[in-house]
């Protein structure tokens, strides 16, 4: 079983930066992706960004120039950088673990930007 817990939402007002992470523990494939998504309140789950094991990485083009996306070194963790924070960027950020053909998720961190 694999495990995923998020840290660093919060509120911040528009313009401002938030760094979120992500911890997985359990069985951890050398092969996998790691992706943040999020979901607004009324909308559909949708990709933020995504890195590959291999550190190739895909941004949705609402954040591409603005939010970076990184591993750690331990491999089992993940980070995403924001900035330039807008008020439509305001939704619940999870945390996903793609290995095989099982998708794994966090229980969510909520990003609120003010405006």
């Known amino acids: 079983q694999v495990q995923l817990v998020e840290s660093g939402g919060g509120l911040v007002q528009a313009g401002g930066s938030l760094r979120l992470s992500c911890a997985a523990s359990?069985?951890?494939?050398?092969?996998?992706?790691m992706g943040w998504y999020r979901q607004a309140p009324g909308k559909q789950r949708e990709l933020v960004a995504a890195i590959a094991s291999g550190g190739s990485t895909n941004y949705a083009g609402s954040v591409k120039g603005r939010f970076t996306i990184s591993r750690g070194n331990a491999r089992n963790t993940m980070f995403v950088q924001m900035n330039s924070l807008k008020p439509e960027d305001t939704a619940v950020y999870f945390c996903n673990l793609r290995q095989g053909s099982f998708d794994y998720w966090g229980q969510g961190t909520q990003v609120t930007v003010s405006s």
């Open positions: 359990g069985s951890i494939f050398i092969i996998n992706t």
